[in-house]
C-alpha cells in the first residue's frame, strides 16, 4: 500500500510560520495593492489584498476572473503583486452565505505562508462557524491523528476589491501533487458526492462519487470496483478478515473518528468525503476535508446537534461495515489508543482562539454574525467570541465523555 506524503507540519500557529520583511514597495510606483485598514486595524493575521480585474463581481463558481492578490503584513507588503485567477466556491458556501468561500489559482507556483509551492489554493470563509476555528482544529486532529497528508492552512484577513471581508481560512486543495495528496500515476483520488455536484458515476446502490484523478481515466474501471465493494458490503454476512481485502481498515477508521467525535453533517455519507485506490491494491480513505458544519452547528432549521448519541455509525458505507462485531471492536479500539489525540485537540482550543481573538473582532464587527438567530444556519446566539469558543470547548468534553461511555 502506497502512503499519502507525510506531513510537515503539525500543531502549528500562523504566526510561526511568515514573517514580516523591512522593504517595502512604493506606491508610485505601482508595486502595491492599496489597503484601508482604517476601520479594520491589524490584528495579527497576514492579510491578503485581492483586486479582480475592473473589480468585477465574482458571481459563480464556475468562471475564473483574473485578479491580482498580494500579501500584507502590518503596515506594509510582504512581497511582490501575484496574478491569479479567482472564482467561487463551495455549495451552500458560495450560493447561501453572505460571506463565501473562494478558490484561487496563482499564475505560477508558490509558497504561500510558508505552505509549499503550489497554484491551487482556497479561501474558506467559515461562515456558520462563529468559533471560526472547526475547520483548523480537524485538519490539525486529523494530521496528528493519521500521520499521513492533510490539507495545510494558515488564517488571513482578506480584502476583496477594497473591500474588509473578515477572517478566512487559507488552504491547500485536494489534490494529487508531490506535496499534497503523492500518488502513484495510475491511482483514483475520488470524492463522496452528491447530484448537486460534479458527478463522475452512481454506483448501483446510488451512491454518486467525483473522480478528481487522473483526469484521462480509464472509463468504468473504479465504477466497477465500487460496484462489486458495495455489493459485497451489503451482502447477508461480512467479516473483517474479508473487508481488509477491500479497505485499508485503519484508514478507514480514523476518518470515521474524526467524523463521527464532530458529529459532521457532510460525514454522514453525504459529501467532501475522498478516497484513493490503486487497482490491485486495498481503498484507502482520506484526506480529511470540510468540518464547517460539525460539532454544535445547527443547519437547514434541525435543531441542535447534542453531543450524545451516534451520528456517523448509522449511515452509508460504516453503517455497513460496523455490523460486523470484529469490526466495530477494532473501531473502538482504536479510539481507546489514540484517545489522548482527541484530548489534545481539546485542548489547544482555547490556544487557537487567543490567536484569533484581536482578528475575531473585526469578522464579527464586519457580519455581526454572533448574537444573529435569522440566518438559517444560527439558532443559537452568542454574546461574545469568547463564549461561542467555550460552548465548542464543553460541547468536545461532553462528546469524548460520552463516546468513553458507549463503546
Not at 492552512?153 to 476589491?161: D, H, I, T
Not at 508531490?178 to 502513484?184: A, G, S, T, V
Not at 481498515?249 to 473518528?257: A, E, G, L, N, Q
Request: aromatic fraction near 16%; hydrophobic fraction near 35%.
Amino acid at each position: 500500500m502506497w502512503k499519502v506524503f507525510p506531513a510537515l507540519l503539525s500543531f502549528v500557529l500562523c504566526a510561526c510560520v511568515w514573517e514580516e520583511t523591512d522593504k517595502s514597495p512604493t506606491n508610485e510606483s505601482g508595486e502595491y495593492l492599496p489597503l484601508d485598514d482604517t476601520e479594520y486595524p491589524y490584528a495579527g493575521l497576514p492579510r491578503l489584498v485581492l483586486e479582480t480585474k475592473d473589480f468585477k463581481e465574482i458571481r459563480d463558481r464556475d468562471t475564473p476572473i483574473p485578479a491580482t492578490m498580494q500579501v500584507w503584513g502590518e503596515k506594509m507588503p510582504q512581497g511582490g503583486i501575484m496574478g491569479l485567477s479567482v472564482k467561487g466556491r463551495g455549495n451552500a458556501s458560495f450560493h447561501a452565505m453572505p460571506k463565501y468561500s473562494l478558490k484561487i489559482e496563482l499564475s505560477t507556483s508558490f509558497p504561500l505562508l510558508g505552505m509549499p509551492s503550489n497554484k491551487d489554493w482556497v479561501l474558506i470563509s467559515n461562515f456558520p462557524d462563529r468559533t471560526l476555528l472547526k475547520n483548523y482544529l480537524m485538519l490539525n486532529l486529523a494530521r496528528s491523528l493519521t500521520g499521513t497528508y492533510q490539507p495545510r492552512s494558515q488564517f488571513v484577513e482578506l480584502f476583496l476589491n477594497r473591500e474588509y471581508m473578515g477572517v478566512y481560512q487559507l488552504s491547500e486543495s485536494i489534490k494529487v501533487s508531490q506535496k499534497r495528496i503523492h500518488l502513484p500515476d495510475q491511482a483514483f483520488l475520488f470524492e463522496k458526492t452528491t447530484p448537486r455536484s460534479e458527478v463522475s458515476f452512481v454506483t448501483k446502490r446510488g451512491n454518486n462519487f467525483r473522480i478528481r484523478h487522473p483526469k484521462n481515466f480509464s472509463e468504468g474501471l473504479l465504477e466497477e470496483h465500487i460496484n462489486r465493494w458495495e455489493e459485497y458490503l451489503y451482502s447477508a454476512k461480512i467479516s473483517k478478515t474479508v473487508v481488509e481485502k477491500w479497505l485499508d481498515i485503519k484508514s478507514f477508521v480514523d476518518i470515521y473518528w474524526l467524523e463521527e467525535f464532530s458529529k459532521n453533517r457532510d460525514g454522514q455519507f453525504n459529501r467532501s468525503l475522498f478516497y484513493s485506490w490503486l487497482p490491485g491494491k486495498t481503498i484507502y480513505s482520506g484526506p480529511a476535508w470540510d468540518f464547517d458544519v460539525s460539532f454544535e452547528s445547527n443547519w437547514e432549521g434541525r435543531p441542535k446537534v447534542t453531543p450524545a448519541e451516534w451520528f456517523i455509525k448509522n449511515y452509508g458505507w460504516y453503517k455497513q461495515l460496523f455490523k460486523d462485531p470484529e469490526s466495530w471492536e477494532f473501531a473502538c479500539n482504536e479510539w481507546r489508543q489514540n484517545r489522548a489525540v482527541f484530548l489534545l485537540a481539546l485542548d489547544s482550543l482555547q490556544s487557537y482562539a487567543a490567536m484569533l481573538e484581536g482578528a475575531a473582532k473585526n469578522e464579527f464587527k464586519r457580519w455581526n454574525s454572533l448574537n444573529n438567530t435569522e440566518f438559517w444556519g444560527f439558532k443559537e446566539p452568542y454574546s461574545s467570541y469568547d463564549e461561542a469558543v467555550d460552548s465548542l470547548q464543553s460541547w468536545i468534553r461532553q462528546r469524548i465523555a460520552w463516546i468513553d461511555e458507549h463503546i
